[in-house]
């Protein structure tokens, strides 16, 4: 038996994203994790968490492209210069939960499988979803393993406020993913 504690939120966002930090490289640090997964958006976030694990294997996903808009990333230049700097690799990728699905949703207003899981997962919390979303996307490209935990943080619009420990799987093996221990999250 492991006891622990989770530090909950009272209001999700930015404001958590240093101590989401500091939570995380604890855990990752007890458990001997060198794995580090954090979802972007401009790259504030990124930036700050590749700085903060600097030394470890981190993997920062970015919004696809042309998630926003056709032909853009939101992924500043500065920001995508510091990561790199900080040794960090830059994942940008089809959303595991947001691909063809989207597109279905979009032109014929129904929704799929992908909307339902999201939808799902979203009950626990924006950060939540995005957590074993991106986890899935980072295994696909081969940046986290699949028999290896890691530590992965997520958000609810800007910056970070939610950390876990789980097991990444491939997003055709979405399923398997395992959400071992849950570190921070909005209480909302």
Do not use: W
Request: aromatic content about 6%; overall charge neutral; charged content about 20%.
């Amino acid at each position: 038996m492991i006891q622990g504690s989770i530090t909950y939120f009272d209001e999700p966002g930015v404001g958590n994203t240093d101590l989401v930090l500091e939570l995380a490289k604890k855990r990752a640090d007890e458990l001997g994790i060198r794995t580090i997964i954090v979802a972007t958006t401009e790259g504030g976030t990124g930036a700050k968490a590749s700085a903060y694990f600097k030394g470890y294997h981190v993997v920062v996903v970015t919004h696809a492209q042309g998630f926003g808009q056709p032909n853009v990333n939101e992924l500043t230049e500065a920001n995508r210069a510091t990561i790199v700097a900080n040794g960090a690799r830059i994942l940008t990728t089809t959303h595991a939960l947001g691909t063809v699905g989207m597109a279905m949703r979009r032109k014929f207003n129904t929704y799929e499988l992908e909307d339902v899981v999201a939808t799902i997962l979203r009950m626990f919390g924006q950060g939540m979803k995005v957590v074993c979303e991106i986890a899935a996307m980072a295994a696909d490209a081969g940046l986290a393993h699949t028999d290896e935990d890691a530590v992965v943080i997520a958000g609810t619009s800007r910056g970070a406020d939610t950390a876990v420990v789980l097991r990444p799987a491939n997003a055709r093996d979405f399923f398997n993913i395992r959400v071992k221990e849950i570190l921070c999250k909005p209480r909302l």
